[in-house]
């Protein structure tokens, strides 16, 4: 399985992006697709995740109303449209799959990453 992620830039604060996570090698909709993002000296965290299966969408408290994930199973994409954005929100964003219908909000229990692609987003 290899992951994809493309889609950030600069930006300035209330602006928007979308980014997107092309998916190969994905043989099973037994799977759950997240976004995570990592700021300067911080660790990286969970921001939105989709199931392959049914389309359950989750949310960080942080970006809940202002991002939204969705999918296209025919293009084997997940996107992540971002609005509203703030400074507090550069990073880079990676996104990641796990087999299993459950979206994890742990690093540890995805088994394929993305290269991630950088959000700045200026005041």
């Known amino acids: 399985v290899q992951l994809q992620a493309s889609g950030g830039g600069l930006v300035q604060a209330g602006d928007t992006l979308r980014l997107s996570c092309v998916t190969s090698?994905?043989?099973?909709?037994?799977?759950?697709t997240a976004w995570f993002r990592q700021a300067p000296g911080k660790e990286r965290e969970f921001v939105s995740g989709?199931?392959?299966?049914?389309?359950?969408?989750y949310y960080a408290d942080s970006v809940k109303g202002r991002f939204t994930i969705s999918k296209d199973s025919a293009k084997n994409t997940v996107y992540l449209q971002m609005n509203s954005l703030k400074p507090e929100d550069t990073a880079v964003y990676y996104c990641?799959?796990?087999?299993?219908?459950?979206?994890?909000?742990?690093?540890?229990?995805?088994?394929?990453w993305g290269q991630g692609t950088l959000v700045t987003v200026s005041s």
């Open positions: 990641a799959l796990r087999w299993g219908s459950t979206v994890h909000r742990t690093v540890e229990l995805y088994h394929y």
């Open positions: 090698g994905r043989t099973s909709n037994d799977a759950a």
């Open positions: 989709i199931r392959w299966s049914g389309g359950n969408r």
